[in-house]
């Protein structure tokens, strides 16, 4: 499975006035093996661990026994504030969505994994590292400013601008 978060939006940040903007990107993909108990409840195990047998030989990643280094999986379960009780997840069907719980959470994305979603996800999270550094470039020379300032419809369409936003 591959889990995608977005971290939280605190919209105290993002009370931008006349005088000042601010903005963060939170973007976090990890991929996991789930498997639920006969109990109902689930477990989850790291996709694959790398250790280091003796400092002078290779690396050594293992998918090995992943029952045995597994561990409880919660991150979907959720707290009714009525009954103050941890209501368990029976029943998960991919792709599936966890809800935002308060205003600065953003949804989190629970999707069967796939080799190909996978490098295009670690892609995705190099090209926000390279729009940062972009934008830094950008800002090192009046030259670069004054693009930055004509060509902004370029670097971002109206179409892709307002996605995320609530409505």
């Known amino acids: 499975m591959i889990e995608i978060g977005f971290g939280y939006r605190f919209h105290a940040s993002r009370d931008d006035d006349k005088n000042s903007i ?6 976090q993909c990890k991929r996991y093996w789930l498997a639920q ?6 477990i989850s195990a790291d996709w694959d661990v790398t250790t280091w047998p003796d400092a002078r030989k ?3 990643t293992e998918i090995g026994d992943r029952l ?13 504030r009525h009954t103050s009780q941890t209501v368990v997840l029976k029943n998960l ?18 999707i069967p994994h796939d080799e190909s979603l996978w ?20 800002l090192g020379s009046t030259e670069h400013r004054n693009r930055l300032a004509a060509s902004m419809q370029n670097l971002l369409p109206e179409s892709t601008k307002d996605a995320g936003k609530e409505k």
Request: glycine share 4%.
């Open 37 to 42: 108990k006969i109990d109902g409840h689930w």
């Open 58 to 60: 290779k690396p050594v």
């Open 93 to 110: 069907k991919l792709p599936h969505t966890k809800k935002r719980e308060d205003r600065d959470e953003t949804p989190t994305y629970y």
């Open 68 to 80: 045995a280094r597994s561990q409880k999986f919660t991150e979907l379960d959720s707290y009714d």
């Open 22 to 27: 601010s903005r963060e990107v939170n973007f």
């Open 119 to 138: 490098a295009a996800l670690r892609e995705l999270a190099g090209r926000i590292d390279t729009l940062q550094d972009k934008i830094i470039e950008l």
